[in-house]
């Protein structure tokens, strides 16, 4: 998956495969996802104004919510093994904003071996999105993701 604004450098694809490629299970099976980040190793990324608050305010709620350590949830640019695409993709049930932070939630519960890889990458002009709607939107979603599998609704 990767961002159609072009603000990852496409050339990262190459080191991402690699670290995917060399994530397996105890079986032996390619169990494996690779997600770019922009904040892991990375001091010089310049985010704008808002986007920089609510980029801290959003990583500081999945650490809470989800529990999750990685520094960046919301990269659009990761690769999943065709193993790992088959056990999750099928149980997902975001499409929105907070889907890939269900990804990984499932993931997790299905001991998935989740990489986290710096990337270039750099703020484009132009975006449409509407930051604060998206992120009150990624919120709630984040929430139904933790309350909906906890209380059985939805099942890994």
């Not at 993709?89 to 993931?107: I, K, M, N, S």
């Amino acid at each position: 998956m990767l961002d159609a604004d072009g603000a990852t450098d496409f050339k990262e694809i190459e080191k991402i495969l690699k670290i995917v490629g060399e994530e397996t299970d105890k079986s032996g099976k390619g169990l494996g996802i690779a997600i770019g980040s922009r904040n892991a190793g990375q001091e010089n990324v310049q985010r704008r104004g808002i986007r920089k608050l609510l980029n801290f305010c959003m990583h500081m709620l999945v650490r809470f919510v989800l529990g999750f350590a990685y520094q960046d949830t919301q990269c659009g640019f990761k690769i999943f093994s065709r193993d790992a695409a088959r056990r999750i993709f099928p149980t997902q049930h975001l499409e929105r904003w907070a889907f890939d932070v269900e990804l990984l939630y499932l993931a997790r519960k299905s001991a998935i071996n989740v990489a986290e890889v710096p990337v270039a990458w750099h703020d484009v002009e132009g975006s449409h999105l509407n930051v604060i709607e998206a992120s009150l939107t990624m919120a709630r979603d984040m929430l139904m993701v933790k309350m909906l599998y906890a209380l059985g609704v939805w099942r890994t």
